[in-house]
């Protein structure tokens, strides 16, 4: 044997979820920014209502978070095995539990995840 441990299965499967997740905010990214698309002029139709500049700067903020978040969910794809890997996708597991879209999937993934042999992967004491 050469030391090293084998990939637990769970990994497999948050690595799935997390090919889920950036997927899904990409696609929110862009279903937002098409509101970068709409006439101004459309959008002043009604003397009623904010400025029209504070719409563009929640698209802008909500497509930049949108894929502040995307990233964050395509980081476990290039970061190696160590204890704090493992807090951080801890983390990025309970982002989903947020949606009920994805709680069904978070759940499960969490229970795996806790497990010893993950833990042991990442180098987490048990």
Aim: hydrophobic share 55%.
């Amino acid at each position: 044997m050469d030391g090293t441990l084998k990939p637990p299965p769970v990994l497999t499967w948050f690595k799935i979820y997390c090919g889920f997740m950036v997927a899904l905010y990409v696609m929110t990214a862009l279903l937002f920014a098409a509101g970068l698309f709409i006439n101004p002029a459309e959008l002043e139709k009604g003397t009623e209502g904010p400025p029209v500049w504070l719409f563009y700067v929640i698209i802008a903020v909500a497509v930049l978070g949108c894929l502040m978040f995307a990233g964050a969910f395509a980081s476990p794809f290039f970061l190696s095995p160590k204890p704090w890997v493992w807090t951080f996708n801890v983390v990025l597991i309970c982002i989903g539990m947020l949606s009920c879209l994805t709680m069904p999937a978070s759940i499960p993934l969490l229970i795996y995840w806790t497990k010893p042999e993950a833990k042991r992967y990442f180098g987490r004491p048990h």
